[in-house]
């Protein structure tokens, strides 16, 4: 069952340390199946090397356990959250890449200081309020995917394909598993080169809007000419 | 036809990746065949892995499309402003590399402040001033060329052989396509020593007029006397 | 005698160039055998790539040198101080890895900025005082462990697995010498996150201190519901 | 003639681009042959991929070409006045390694800031002063030299085995080409951790004076005690 979601999954996740996205096991990918309502997930704390494609994690939308023999990720109630509350989304994924990290740690959202960003986000990146201590130690994942639902304010999810958890790290996602990695690393490019640019200007608060909404235009949408299709 | 210069601009093509000048499709490189007006331009939005030879475009100097089942890159009116502009150059490239990239996206030139900027830019690297939102909503990418030949204010351009684009990234040229990439390398590392330069030094704003002089010459004119010609 | 600790001890110490954690021969792991009260140390200056399993000395807790043709590394007495001292502890490492050594040349701790340093530190990253000129002119190596056990408070030293040597470079550790590699890129990972989270807010001092517990509780203790067991 | 010389120096130079010490042919190694008075040194201009053994030049102390059918780096006069100027040393290199260059650029010195400066450098690492315009018309990278050696202010350049050369890039000895690379590594990370020391604590401006002699003196002089002699 659900056997190229679980390629495509699987393969999304080893994608992470080969873009440098994670070290050891500091990561997941999951991707879903909107029909059947089953998401299949990277099981919790298996090292990318040795995990194979029978490892993944099949749930459904509730959390029940439907296939695998090992507990899924422990972050698998935020991707729950999110995927119940943005149909549009496919694939999901988590990592504690630095540079979005480090922005993350900070508090800060990234602005958008150049096509880079405006590519692939149509907005600053946004950073979620901080949790309170009932929302921590309650059902502590599940209110994680609600700050961040919360952070995007109704925005479409896919003109802002990713959030940064304040104090601790990025989610991003896409169509599909693959397409949330992109995210990532696009995030991960876009972090680092918004902190030396701020440390280069730092009144630099925020790019053209009419350059933003070109790039990102360039290449989503019915206008878009970028590429071949 | 122009087999020589299709393997030439290939070859400049894939450098991008090997020299961690590009993430994903985020550059193009091109070059011109001047006795016939004819330039050879990477397709759009395709990955390096999977490019062939055969994928590469050619163009005339009025964007009529001469060869090839893709279509060319979206930069390619840029790429073609600057063909008709500048007769001395042979070659172009396009990245968003992270450093350079910071510098356009601060709205910063970056100053001559070391023999290694000197060994090939005779100035600062300019950045080019903000696009009106005319020439964003019109023809965008032949006016991006526009800023960029007007930020040269007719200097040689061999002698500042890249530009940044503000809030976008640089575009280096030379005399082929592999020179232009070899100068996209150089404007990466200059970037890279200037921003830990100012962070160092915050008055540091440009080097000794006779050292920058000195190490441009000995490398560049006809009294060079670096390397073996 | 001790094969299967020199094996973990050999096998941990070619971890530490893998792991981008050392330059030349700026390293070195041992491990103890606490029902013998033997451990098992890197040779001093030998370079990785040539190291033998065999080159590794056996040493006791008075540092006498049971085994082994070659000099132990000069930094055993730490090494054998904090065995003494922390009789948690079954492995121990010491780097120059550039990040966490920016924070021991600065003299300053490495707050609690996020989730990726309470997975597994308790607490902010110690510095140690200054050393005194009769301990530094003295048994400088065996006062060393002194000072990073001091800088513990009697805290246990498995919620704060490493330590950084004021004007010098970290030492951490775990329950045996995989352990504490681990933690050593941990603790690289975190300060170079922590790095550059104040210099994007530089009044980033510590983090919520309920999700600080959320994280380090997730992973540690009777409670932990990370990873498969 | 000079064989065993030759290969060293060879090898010597290939160690650049696997250090990361090198972009394109931006470095040199020579080494000399007390008594014959010969120095081997790289071809100008030659990338490090291509250069055969056999395209190593011979001079003497002169500057007279002894062996070798290319030039020789036009750097040549500054390794000859070094040569000359310190007879203790037996091997020089030049590079524009980045985070050397970037203090070089920013006309500062490199202070002592810990142990991994201390194990090498027994002072901090001095930049020259700014070249007169009759010094760089003139017999520039002569006068480079003599810059350098100005600036050791007749310390003993095995204990300060570097210089910063102003606004250019640094310059490494020792007692063979080997070692000169080896210091040319030390000085590259001792430059890192520096730049990132003095963003941590903008007040550090050298390490505890005892801590600095301890370490230098454990793995330098008659009562070193660090590796296996």
Known sequence: ??????????????????????????????????TRGLVVIKPSGVSYGEMKKEDLVV???????????LKPSSDTPTHLFLYRELPAIGGIVHTHSP??????????????????????FLEEIPCTREMTPSEIQGNYE????????????????????????H??????????AQDAVYHAVVLEEVAKMAYHTVALNPGACGMNRDLLDKHF?????????????
Chains 1, 2, 3, 4 share one sequence.
């Open 1 to 34: 069952m659900l056997d190229a979601l679980k390629q495509s999954v699987w393969e999304a996740n080893l994608q992470l340390p080969e873009y440098g996205l994670v070290t050891f096991t500091w990561g997941n990918v999951s991707g879903i199946d909107r």
């Open 59 to 69: 749930v459904d939308l509730d959390g029940n356990q439907v296939e695998g023999d």
């Open 99 to 120: 540079w979005a990290t480090s922005w993350a740690q900070a508090g800060r959202a990234i602005p958008a200081l150049g096509t880079t960003h405006a590519d692939y």
């Open 142 to 165: 599940w209110e994680t995917g609600k700050v961040i639902a919360e952070s995007l304010k109704e925005k479409d999810p896919m003109n802002v394909p990713g959030v940064l958890v």
């Open 167 to 176: 104090q601790h790290a990025p989610f991003c996602w896409g169509k599909d």
């Open 217 to 229: 235009f360039r290449k989503h949408g019915s206008k878009a000419y970028y590429g071949q299709t």
